[in-house]
């Protein structure tokens, strides 16, 4: 936290309000219905579909010469630079973490009961993360050759 930002300071006051928010819409009173076998079915084919969305994805865009960079806590979120835009995804994926984090156990407290869709939303965020650094391991892995310089020359 010591190597934030103004944006990364931003960023983290806006998810908090974000999740404060979402916790005031929250409705305690209603009975929640207990699906675990279908919160548990519809986690698990949104983790695959977003991993490998955004592998596959990334992978188009690098094939049709499009770099990606590694995001960075302390950039804008909402850049226009295509190589910056897991900036956007990154914050996406902190905020759906940090919010069903938050739901789960307040509602998980009061109610007394297990909320499946903000553990949908929770792992949802883990997904997005893990789908952005998988697609930059593999961007990075066939993207490794190295370029002809000088300095390289030097040393082969």
Same mark, same amino acid.
């Given at each position: 936290?010591k190597?934030?930002n103004?944006?990364? +300071?931003?960023?983290?006051?806006?998810?908090?309000?974000?999740? +404060? =928010?979402?916790l005031?819409?929250?409705? *305690?009173?209603?009975?929640?219905e207990?699906?675990?076998g279908?919160?548990?079915?519809?986690i +698990?084919? &949104? *983790?695959?579909?977003?991993?490998?969305?955004f =592998?596959?994805?990334?992978?188009?865009?690098?094939?049709?010469?499009?770099?990606?960079?590694?995001?960075?806590?302390?950039? @804008?979120p909402?850049s226009?630079?295509?190589s910056?835009? %897991?900036?956007?995804? !990154? %914050?996406?994926?902190?905020? %759906?973490i &940090?919010?069903g984090i938050?739901?789960?156990v307040?509602v998980? +407290?009061f @109610? $007394? $009961?297990?909320?499946? !869709?903000?553990?949908?939303?929770? *792992?949802?965020?883990?997904?997005?993360?893990i789908?952005m650094k998988?697609s930059?391991?593999?961007l990075?892995?066939?993207?490794?050759?190295?370029?002809?310089?000088v300095?390289? @020359?030097?040393?082969?």
């Amino acid at each position: 936290m010591k190597n934030w930002n103004k944006t990364g +300071i931003i960023k983290s006051i806006l998810i908090l309000i974000l999740c +404060i =928010l979402s916790l005031i819409l929250l409705d *305690f009173d209603e009975k929640m219905e207990l699906y675990s076998g279908f919160y548990v079915v519809t986690i +698990i084919l &949104t *983790f695959l579909f977003i991993v490998l969305f955004f =592998l596959l994805i990334s992978k188009f865009w690098n094939l049709l010469g499009f770099k990606f960079e590694k995001p960075n806590w302390n950039e @804008n979120p909402i850049s226009l630079k295509f190589s910056k835009s %897991f900036n956007f995804f !990154e %914050f996406i994926a902190y905020w %759906f973490i &940090t919010s069903g984090i938050i739901n789960v156990v307040f509602v998980g +407290i009061f @109610n $007394q $009961q297990f909320d499946g !869709e903000s553990a949908h939303l929770f *792992f949802a965020g883990i997904s997005l993360l893990i789908g952005m650094k998988l697609s930059l391991k593999w961007l990075n892995k066939s993207g490794n050759k190295k370029e002809k310089t000088v300095a390289n @020359n030097v040393y082969n």
